[in-house]
Antibody, heavy 121, light 109 residues
């Protein structure tokens, strides 16, 4: 059974940093690209960042480029999101999601339950 | 960046009726890299349709997708009580990555 479990969320002051993690199991992690998607309270989905299976292709939404860094450790079956210079508008539930077929341009067939990030003073 | 616009914002229908949801892209979506997701309150999104018209594993055949280029449609042929939710379209074929539409809320009339 595929499982994606996010952690690392919490309350943080504007301008500070936070690192999210996603622990994956139930599939061959290093065969698939992975993504972070966020959802502000009561709002829609926003793709944040994606990383290919070997970290050779990485993309970011314009809203986080230069502040967030995605990475993965295939030996640990884990995905990460380093978030720096956090702003109030980064407040959201952050989901980890798996690519369906292993390419970078794929739909997301499995999602975690999310970890909540709240940016407030 | 490709912008996706979904309509209507809210759709009020009764169980048994047919639902038609629209997703329009600001530029052509390459190779029909268009997906649809369902999200219920307190849950993660669930993949319904990918490649514009292929159903994901375990998705009932009352869900169907169509379209190409810039205009795409999700159709639910006969609404079941569990189908009332928010639906999002997503394009996943452009650089730097995906974008989502703003969502359509399907509510019980």
């Amino acid at each position: 059974e595929v499982q994606l479990v996010e952690s690392g969320g919490g309350l943080v002051q504007p301008g500070r940093s936070l690192r999210l993690s996603c622990a994956a199991s139930g599939f061959t992690f290093d065969d698939y690209a992975m993504h972070w998607v966020r959802q502000a309270p009561g709002k829609g989905l926003e793709w944040v960042s994606g990383i290919s299976w070997n970290s050779g292709s990485i993309g970011y939404a314009d809203s986080v480029k230069g502040r967030f860094t995605i990475s993965r450790d295939n030996a640990k079956n884990s995905l990460y999101l380093q978030m720096n210079s956090l702003r109030a508008e980064d407040t959201a539930l952050y989901y980890c999601a798996k690519d369906k077929n292993g390419g970078f341009s794929e739909p997301f067939d499995y999602w975690g339950q999310g970890t909540l990030v709240t940016v407030s003073s | 960046e490709i912008v996706l616009t979904q309509s209507p914002g809210t759709l009020s229908l009764s169980p048994g009726e047919r639902a038609t949801l629209s997703c329009r892209a600001s530029q052509s979506v390459s190779s029909s890299y268009l997906a649809w997701y369902q999200q219920k309150p307190g849950q993660a999104p669930r993949l319904l349709i990918y490649g514009a018209s292929s159903r994901a594993t375990g998705i009932p055949d009352r869900f169907s997708g169509s379209g190409s280029g810039t205009d795409f449609t999700l159709t639910i042929s006969r609404l079941e009580p569990e189908d009332f939710a928010v639906y999002y379209c997503q394009q996943y074929g452009s650089s730097p990555g995906s974008t989502f539409g703003q969502g359509t809320k399907l509510e019980i009339k």
